[in-house]
């Protein structure tokens, strides 16, 4: 591992531990070198999947493209960076045990959905403005007609 300090490849691993549901790995390091201290945090790295887009174009699927449009949609509202992540990594789960080569954008789209929806309402709006290419007000309107019934149904029960 470099050294983000004097970029040295020698390191000596000072702590592991495990997080994100034993997922990954954060290990505090300390560079041979200059003795500064520095955090490193690894992921096992699976198969890349296809995203297979509506037009039927095929490109890599990304995770910071995914978290990106995540974290857009809850611009100035009320989620927390954690939330995000746990947003985010909940996804890239559901996309693994797919276990399939390739995934629909329709699919990734529909996973972000239904997972911004359950985080914050405002949030999924404007996601799926975006994603549902909403061409007027009155689509917006229906949209948020579908929430509000969904909630008063939620009540009820």
């Known amino acids: 591992m470099k050294c983000p300090y004097c970029n040295l490849v020698d390191s000596k691993v000072i702590e592991t531990r495990e997080f994100n549901n034993h ?6 390091r300390e560079c041979l070198s200059c003795g500064r201290r520095y955090t490193t ?3 096992c790295v699976e198969v890349l999947k296809s995203v297979v887009k509506n ?22 509202r009320p989620v927390s960076s954690e939330s995000i992540d746990a947003l985010v990594n909940g996804i890239e789960h559901e996309i693994t045990l797919l276990q399939q080569k390739e995934v629909e954008s329709r699919v990734v789209g529909e996973m972000v959905m239904q997972s911004l929806k359950k985080l914050d309402e405002v949030a999924y709006i404007r996601f799926a ?3 549902k290419q909403f061409k007027d007000v009155a689509e917006f309107a229906r949209e948020i007609e579908s929430i509000k019934n969904e909630n008063i149904s939620r009540r009820k029960s």
């Open 41 to 43: 945090r690894e992921k």
């Open 55 to 76: 037009d039927g174009r095929r490109e890599e699927f990304s995770l910071e493209k995914v978290r990106k449009g995540i974290e857009r949609a809850c611009e100035k």
């Open 23 to 28: 997922q990954e790995l954060r290990r505090r």
């Open 129 to 131: 403005s975006v994603y």
